[in-house]
């Protein structure tokens, strides 16, 4: 665990996340600054910085939870779209340095954004990770 990560807390129960599913390897939870309805986030639940730094089994489990997610956001949003991102290194955009992946569902001319600046409503990303955790198979 590194102490300094938001996302490490975040596995380790310090910080309060909405969760949306969670295996041996992955954790996927709600982003508190969603760019779109349904926003989840996958992450590894060993720290590595980025995908360079994450082993093999590592993002085969992220991959994994990132098509279960994928599917259920499809069940209960019905996107036009889905954005899958993963971003390594300040240049590319990430914000947290602790591997992980975005998946953010589009309607036809969203923009692309990548991060949002306001944050959601608790109670509304709690609703919403219900509804997806319940869509998975």
């Not at 596995?11 to 760019?35: C, I, N, Q």
């Not at 589009?106 to 109670?123: I, K, V, Y």
Request: charged content about 25%; overall charge negative; aromatic content about 6%.
């Amino acid at each position: 665990m590194n102490e300094d990560c938001i996302f490490c807390r975040i596995r380790e129960g310090a910080l309060p996340a909405h969760k949306v599913y969670e295996d041996e390897s992955s954790l996927a939870f709600m982003d508190t600054s969603p760019v779109s309805e349904g926003h989840v986030l996958v992450i590894t639940k060993d720290h590595y910085e980025n995908i360079f730094e994450a082993t093999p089994e590592s993002l085969a489990a992220v991959s994994n939870t990132v098509a279960k997610i994928a599917k259920g956001i499809r069940v209960v949003f019905s996107p036009d779209g889905l954005t899958v991102a993963q971003l390594n290194g300040s240049a590319a955009g990430q914000t947290v340095f602790h591997y992980h992946t975005h998946l953010i569902p589009r309607r036809d001319g969203d923009p692309m954004d990548l991060h949002a600046r306001g944050q959601a409503e608790p109670d509304k990303l709690a609703e919403i990770a219900a509804k997806i955790s319940g869509a998975l198979d």
